[in-house]
């Protein structure tokens, strides 16, 4: 099992609409929760982190943290173009510094 | 403010050759890291420093050596190169201590093939 997980995609979602983007992880103790974006052919670049259960909001975007269901999310919304893009969920290890991410999620903003 | 620099941006190599990717930080950071990334899989970490003196295997470390030089430098080697190694790689650096001490700070990748 893959230490983080999240659905490939393509998630295809329409302009103005909510796109929701999940994440599973499997280290119980682990603290720190990050949401990257990545475009095509550029490096990942961070736009939100958690550390504690519940929402947390900045502009469009809200993570969400369930740390018993051991499940982090990331909602968009007002979807613009300008999100589409792969959106990469990152978990601290609690056994050591390791940052891991998931395999990503492709979001597609159809006008 | 150059951040994290990567070098080389491009390389081509045969089965067998060996290279090392060079990656400076210029922020004063403690931890530094190496990712691969191929296609539908994410990002992979092959190995970290969490400071300088210290390294650690990740996910994938199996055909890569890494030298942690000084604070700013962390160099990822590949002795014998093989076809299963071509990806991009990316450096990271994150502060290590303090507030957002573990936001990753990354380079602009290197695109390497390996024939």
């Known amino acids: 099992q893959k230490e983080v997980e999240q659905n490939s995609g393509p998630l295809s979602v329409p302009e103005g609409a909510i796109a929701s983007l999940n994440c599973t992880y499997s280290?119980?103790?682990?603290?720190?929760f990050f949401w990257y974006r990545q475009y095509s052919g550029k490096s990942p670049e961070l736009i939100m982190s958690i550390y504690s259960n519940g929402d947390k909001e900045d502009g469009r975007f809200t993570a969400q943290l369930n740390k018993a269901s051991q499940y982090v999310s990331l909602l968009i919304r007002d979807s613009q173009p300008s999100d589409s893009a792969t959106y990469l969920c990152?978990?601290?290890?609690?056994?050591?510094?390791?940052?891991?991410f998931g395999s990503g999620t492709r979001l597609s903003i159809r006008p | 403010n150059a951040g994290v620099t990567q070098t080389p941006k491009f390389q081509v190599l045969k089965t067998g050759q060996s290279m090392t990717l060079q990656c400076a930080q210029d922020m004063n950071h403690n931890s530094m890291y190496w990712y691969r990334q191929d296609p539908g899989m994410g990002l992979r970490l092959i190995y970290y420093?969490?400071?300088?003196?210290?390294?650690d295997k990740g996910e994938v470390p199996n055909g890569y050596n890494v030298s942690r030089l000084n604070k700013r430098e962390f160099s990822l080697r590949l002795e014998s190169a093989a076809p299963s190694q071509t990806s991009v790689y990316f450096c990271a650096s994150s502060p290590g201590t303090g507030i957002a001490f573990e936001k990753l700070f990354f380079g602009s990748g290197t695109q390497l093939s390996v024939l």
């Open positions: 990152a978990v601290i290890y609690s056994s050591a510094s390791k940052i891991i």
């Open positions: 280290d119980r103790g682990s603290q720190s």
């Open positions: 420093s969490a400071s300088e003196g210290t390294t």
